[in-house]
């Protein structure tokens, strides 16, 4: 049997500080016969050295371009925009599956190299339910960004931490003043993490999820002080919020958090906003009067690197020691289905 390649590639934006498998995961990967090489990058939390120590390959960040055929080339989110052509099979949080902007040209570019996308969105059991993912350290860096800018206490531009430091910023300060906050989408991964960082803020959060979003109440939602939204809606849906409920007289809301960021999505159901904040500035005013405050950073768990790259790396191990089986096909199946919809021609993909 050939053993497994894998390239841990260098993440091109300079705010992606996480990694897919941390050097104690690499090390059981490398003793398991996997051939793994970790490309240098200057930003990730775990330096180079220790995968070298655990055994693995080190080569330069963006190597993997030129890395045997049979190489399967592991990362996070976006590729850069070279090589047009992508020939290898690629692991990643791609983003192209529910029409969101660019997505053609980026399926495009695997049915030109004959490459192969992993969508680790899609990675799921038989049941559907997806078996790794940053959803509670997402959920949980929204409401505290939320809570911090409601309270006036969030620094800009952010910058990674821990979740021992993160904690002492959300506990309340003598004087500081109640507030009610929403959960949206409260009972999946991303809404329990939101619920965990409001507790700890000591704020006791409304939570609501399937059941109170079918009949949506929409004048109890601008009710709310503080929303995070942890919904990722598969299917077009009546959005929750609407660019008349801004101008509502009675909307009390003055902080929005949105977790999913489904920018230009048909499913999105935050349509009041066009683009996304980040780490330099990672709030924009919707509204001035009464204010209202939008925080939509699409890489939240990178600000707690340490915490989040572990927890996934722990879920990821298992299924990259099975590469190639079970969870793996439904991946290479959802792709192909993905190229179809798009109206792509494909390449001749490999399955090995």
């Given at each position: 049997m050939t053993a497994l390649r894998l390239c841990l590639r260098h993440e091109p934006?300079?705010?992606?500080?996480?990694?897919?498998?941390?050097?104690?995961?690499?090390?059981?990967?490398?003793?398991?016969?996997?051939?793994?090489?970790?490309?240098?990058?200057?930003?990730?939390?775990?330096?180079?050295?220790?995968?070298?120590?655990?055994?693995?390959?080190?080569?330069?960040?963006?190597?993997?371009?030129?890395?045997?055929?049979?190489?399967?080339?592991?990362?996070?989110?976006?590729?850069?925009?070279?090589?047009?052509?992508?020939?290898?099979?690629?692991?990643?949080?791609?983003?192209?599956?529910?029409?969101?902007?660019?997505?053609?040209?980026?399926?495009?570019?695997?049915?030109?190299?004959?490459?192969?996308?992993?969508?680790?969105?899609?990675?799921?059991?038989?049941?559907?339910?997806r078996l790794a993912a940053f959803g509670f350290w997402a959920g949980y860096l929204g409401a505290a960004l939320a809570v911090l800018r409601h309270r006036g206490r969030l620094p800009a531009p952010l910058a990674p931490t821990t979740k021992d430091e993160l904690d002492a910023a959300l506990r309340p300060a003598a004087g500081e003043g109640e507030f009610t906050a929403l959960v949206i989408g409260a009972l999946g991964r991303s809404g329990r993490g939101a619920g965990t960082a409001f507790r700890t803020a000591g704020v006791d959060a409304t939570r609501w999820d399937l059941a109170e979003t079918r009949d949506l109440d929409r004048p109890a939602l601008l009710g709310h002080d503080v929303l995070v939204n942890a919904v990722l809606a598969t299917a077009p849906a009546p959005p929750f919020l609407r660019e008349e409920d801004l101008d509502s007289p009675a909307r009390r809301l003055r902080t929005l958090c949105d977790v999913t960021c489904d920018v230009g999505s048909p499913f999105n159901v935050l349509p009041v906003y066009d683009r996304t904040t980040g780490w330099t500035e990672p709030v924009r005013r919707l509204r001035e009067e009464p204010p209202l405050d939008l925080i939509a950073i699409d890489n939240l768990p990178s600000l707690l690197p340490r915490e989040s790259s572990a927890d996934f790396s722990a879920a990821l191990l298992p299924q990259l020691l099975a590469f190639g089986t079970g969870a793996w096909g439904r991946c290479l199946d959802r792709f192909h289905q993905a190229c179809r919809e798009h109206g792509i021609a494909e390449g001749e993909f490999r399955h090995d």
């Open positions: 934006r300079t705010t992606e500080r996480r990694t897919p498998v941390v050097p104690s995961d690499a090390r059981r990967l490398v003793d398991s016969g996997v051939v793994l090489t970790v490309e240098e990058s200057p930003q990730r939390i775990f330096p180079v050295e220790e995968y070298e120590a655990a055994g693995c390959r080190r080569a330069p960040a963006g190597s993997w371009a030129s890395a045997s055929p049979d190489t399967v080339v592991l990362g996070l989110k976006e590729l850069p925009d070279e090589p047009v052509a992508l020939s290898h099979r690629h692991v990643f949080f791609a983003h192209a599956y529910r029409q969101q902007p660019g997505a053609a040209g980026l399926l495009g570019r695997f049915a030109a190299g004959g490459g192969a996308l992993l969508d680790l969105e899609y990675l799921v059991d038989d049941a559907g339910r």
